[in-house]
C-alpha cells in the first residue's frame, strides 16, 4: 500500500483499477523508411490529421456548459493547428527528404517550431509553443493509434477506472470524462487550474498536483482517490478499502442529515443569532454556496481571476465576475487582489527575482497600492457590481493606518470617477480590513475605529505569529491554532470590534473547523465565513450549543500553559451535551 | 493587388485564440491574402504561420491581399485588427 498525498478536487470518494496514459509529449524512435513505402507514410499522417481534428471538434461539443469559455476557444484553435497547410506540407517535405516515418517527421517538425517559439520576446507568445506540442502530440498518438502500436488509448469504456497521467489537457479532460472515468490523478495542476475547474463542473472526484509521485502507480493497479483529504492510495489493504468505504458511506449519511438544518436559523440554544457565511473562490462554488444555505458571501477571494493568466483582467471582466456572485448571494464581502507570496500572478513566471521572504514581501494590499492602475480597475469593478446588492470592500493585510488612509483616498476618487462618467456605481460600500497581521491585532482598537468592519484572516495571523511557514514541513508541527498568543489576538480584535460597534468575522480555516466553533462562540464572535462544505457541520454546533455555557471555558483555555492541556479543555468544551443541562459543571 | 500596414493594437499581440478568429475570417474569402512581419511571411489562412510571425502589441504588419474580393477582404481584416479581435484592451 502506498499513499500520495496532492490537491483534492471535484467532488467525492472513488476506488477503481489505475488506467496509467501518457498525456504528456510522445516520442518515438528515429525511423528511416524505404522509399517505396513514403506515401503510405504520407497516407496514415492524412488520416491521422483528419481524426485528430474530428475528436477535437467532437470533444469541443463535449465542454460542459458551466466550464470557462477558454477552453472552448483554445480547443477551436487547437482544431485550426491541426488543420493547418503548411503544418501538414511541411510534415510530409520532411518524410520525403529525410526518407522518415510520419512520426519521426512530426517530431523533427515540432521541435523546429518550438524552437522558433522558443526565441520570441514576447513571454505570452512564448508559452504558445505548449499549444503546438500539445497537439502535434495528439496527431503523433493518432498515428501510432492508426499502426496498432497504441492500445491503451482506444474507445475503452472506462467506468472501472481511475485515470492517472503526467498532465491532462482540457480535450483530455473531457473526453475521458466522456469515457466515464471515476476520477483522476494528475502530477500537474493546482486548486485553480483548467483540469481543477473541469473537475468542479463535471462533478468528480481527482487529485492533481502529485508533483511526480504517479511514476509510483503502476497500470492496472487498485487506487482509491479522496478528493476530500487529496489522498490517493495505491493498492489500499483490505482494512483501509472498508475505511473508506465506510467514510464515503459516513460522507453520504451526514451530508443527508445535515441538509436537513440547511433552512434552519442558526441561532444557538440561548438565542443567539450567529451569521454563518461562505468563502468562495471559483463561480462554481456559488452554486456549493447556495446549497449550504450560506446567508452570504463573507470572503470572495477575487485572486483566481489574475492567476494563470498574461494580463489583469479587464474591468468588464472583472465586473461580471462580481456581479455574477452578487446576484446569486445578495451579501458579499469581496476582498481586493490578495496576490504576492505563496500566490502570484501567473504562476509566478513573470516574477523576475524572487523575495527572500515572500511571505513579508510585497503582496495584498503592498501590492495594489503600487499597481494603482489595476487597484483601481478592481475597486471601478467593485463599486459598480456594488448596484445588485450588499457588497462590502475587504482589504487584506493592512499593517498600519496610513496604508487604510490610501486606500480610502483611491476608493474616494474611483467613486468621483465613475459619477463623473456618469456610470451607475455604489459610492457607500463598507471598507473593512482583515486583521491578520499581528500589528493590526494587537491595535485592533485603532483599526476598528477606521474600518466599517474588521474580519480575522487566522491562517496569516497564526503564521506571522508564531513565526512557522505552513507550507514548510519542517515547521508545520509548531502551528497551533490554540496558541495562547493567537487566541490573545483574536479575542482581542473581537472585543475591539464590540467596543466601537463594529461587525467582526472569522474568515480563515478556524471558522470551517466545527472543532473551534464552540471555543469561539464562547471568544464573542458572531460572524463565521467558511468552506461552504463545512459550513452545515458547524451550523450544527452552533444550534447545539449555548453561549452563556460555553464562555467559562475561554479564559480557562487562554490561559492554561500546557498545549496537550489545551487540547484536553477544548475536547470537554466540545464534548458536552448542552441540552442536557447538567452537564455545566466543569471539571 | 491591395496592401498596406496594419497594427496589432491588442494586448497579447497574435495569440493562438486571436490567430483562430483570424484564419476564421480570412478563410472566408477568395482571395491569397499575406501577412508580413519584416523577414517572416505568413499566409493569412493558416494559424501556424501566423503565430509564428511573433506579432505582439504596437508590431506594424504588412497586410498584402491578392485575389477577386481583395477590396472588402482588405477592409474586413482590418477592422478585425482594429476591433483588438473583440478583446477587451
Known amino acids: 500500500m502506498i499513499l500520495l498525498q496532492g490537491s483534492g478536487v471535484g467532488a467525492g470518494i472513488a476506488i477503481g483499477t489505475a488506467f496509467v496514459t501518457d498525456t504528456a509529449a510522445v516520442e518515438s524512435s528515429f525511423e528511416v523508411i524505404e522509399h517505396d513505402r513514403l506515401t503510405t507514410e504520407v497516407e496514415l499522417l492524412d488520416l491521422a490529421l483528419k481524426r485528430t481534428a474530428e475528436t477535437l471538434r467532437k470533444t469541443r461539443t463535449e465542454v460542459p456548459e458551466d466550464a470557462p469559455h477558454e477552453i472552448a476557444a483554445f480547443l477551436e484553435a487547437h482544431v485550426l493547428m491541426v488543420e493547418d497547410e503548411t503544418l501538414r506540407e511541411e510534415t510530409v517535405n520532411i518524410v520525403y527528404r529525410e526518407s522518415v516515418s510520419a512520426e519521426t517527421a512530426l ?30 502530440s495528439q496527431i503523433h498518438r493518432q498515428l501510432l493509434v492508426l499502426k496498432g502500436e497504441d492500445d491503451k488509448r482506444t474507445e475503452q469504456d472506462l467506468s472501472e477506472y481511475i485515470v492517472v497521467a503526467h498532465e491532462l489537457t482540457p480535450a483530455d479532460t473531457v473526453s475521458f470524462t466522456n469515457l466515464k472515468m471515476r476520477a483522476f490523478v494528475t502530477d500537474l495542476g493546482s486548486r485553480i487550474s483548467h483540469v481543477a475547474i473541469l473537475a468542479r463542473s463535471l462533478k468528480i472526484p481527482a487529485v492533481v498536483g502529485l508533483h511526480g509521485e504517479v511514476r509510483h502507480i503502476p497500470h492496472g493497479a487498485l487506487v482509491a482517490v479522496d478528493s476530500h483529504t487529496g489522498q490517493v492510495i495505491v493498492n489500499p489493504d483490505e482494512q483501509t478499502l472498508e475505511e473508506l468505504t465506510r467514510r464515503h458511506q459516513e460522507y453520504d449519511r451526514q451530508h443527508q442529515q445535515l441538509l436537513a438544518i440547511r433552512h434552519l436559523n442558526s441561532i444557538t440554544l440561548d438565542e443567539h443569532e450567529i451569521t454563518l457565511l461562505a468563502n468562495v473562490e471559483l463561480p462554481s462554488e456559488i452554486d456549493t454556496a447556495l446549497e449550504s444555505g450560506a446567508s452570504g458571501v463573507g470572503l470572495y477571494r477575487t485572486e483566481y481571476l489574475f492567476m494563470n493568466r498574461a494580463q489583469s483582467p479587464s474591468e468588464e471582466e472583472q465586473y461580471e465576475s462580481y456581479r455574477q456572485v452578487v446576484q446569486a448571494l445578495d451579501n458579499v464581502t469581496i476582498r481586493t487582489l490578495d496576490l504576492g507570496a505563496d500566490k502570484q500572478v501567473d504562476g509566478g513566471r513573470r516574477q523576475g527575482k524572487v523575495a527572500t521572504n515572500p511571505a513579508l514581501g510585497v503582496r495584498a494590499v503592498r501590492f495594489c497600492l503600487r499597481s494603482p492602475d489595476m487597484f483601481r480597475t478592481q475597486l471601478r469593478a467593485i463599486l459598480r457590481a456594488a448596484v445588485y446588492g450588499n457588497v462590502q470592500c475587504m482589504i487584506p493585510m493592512l499593517s498600519n493606518l496610513e496604508e487604510l488612509a490610501q486606500v480610502k483616498a483611491t476608493v474616494a476618487r474611483v467613486a468621483n470617477d465613475l459619477r463623473k462618467e456618469n456610470i451607475e456605481h455604489n459610492s457607500t460600500v463598507p471598507i473593512g480590513g482583515m486583521i491578520e497581521v499581528p500589528a493590526a491585532a494587537i491595535t485592533a482598537d485603532q483599526f476598528a475605529q477606521h474600518l466599517d468592519f474588521l474580519s480575522i484572516g487566522t491562517n496569516d495571523l497564526i503564521q506571522y505569529t508564531l513565526a512557522i511557514d505552513r507550507v514548510d514541513d519542517e515547521v508545520n508541527y509548531l502551528y497551533d491554532p490554540l ?41 464573542g464572535l458572531r460572524i463565521f465565513s467558511m468552506d461552504p462544505a463545512t459550513l452545515l457541520e458547524v451550523k450544527q454546533v452552533v444550534m447545539s450549543s449555548s453561549v452563556e455555557q460555553v464562555v467559562g471555558y475561554v479564559s480557562e483555555i487562554i490561559n492554561c500553559q500546557n498545549s496537550l492541556k489545551r487540547l484536553e479543555l477544548l475536547e470537554q468544551l466540545n464534548r458536552i451535551d448542552l441540552t442536557d443541562r447538567s452537564a455545566k459543571a466543569f471539571a | 493587388m491591395k496592401s498596406g500596414n496594419i497594427q496589432v493594437s491588442n494586448k497579447l499581440g497574435l495569440h493562438a485564440r486571436s490567430a483562430a478568429q483570424l484564419v476564421r475570417v480570412a478563410s472566408g474569402f477568395e482571395s491569397e491574402i499575406k501577412l508580413i512581419n519584416g523577414a517572416k511571411s505568413a499566409n493569412a489562412k493558416g494559424i501556424m504561420g501566423l503565430m509564428m510571425l511573433a506579432a505582439t502589441q504596437g508590431t506594424e504588419l504588412e497586410l498584402r491581399i491578392d485575389g477577386p474580393d481583395e477590396t472588402i477582404a482588405y477592409e474586413t481584416i482590418r477592422q478585425l485588427f482594429e476591433s483588438r479581435f473583440g478583446e477587451d484592451e
Open chain 1, 107 to 136: 517530431m523533427i517538425h515540432r521541435d523546429d517550431l518550438i524552437k522558433v517559439f522558443e526565441s520570441m520576446e514576447d513571454e505570452y507568445l512564448r508559452s504558445k509553443k505548449d499549444d503546438v506540442s500539445q497537439v502535434i
Open chain 1, 483 to 523: 496558541h495562547p498568543s493567537v487566541l490573545t489576538l483574536v479575542k482581542h480584535t473581537i472585543d475591539a470590534g464590540r467596543k466601537f460597534d463594529k461587525p467582526v468575522s472569522l474568515c480563515g480555516e478556524m471558522a470551517s473547523d466545527s472543532n473551534y466553533t464552540r471555543l469561539l462562540l464562547g471568544m
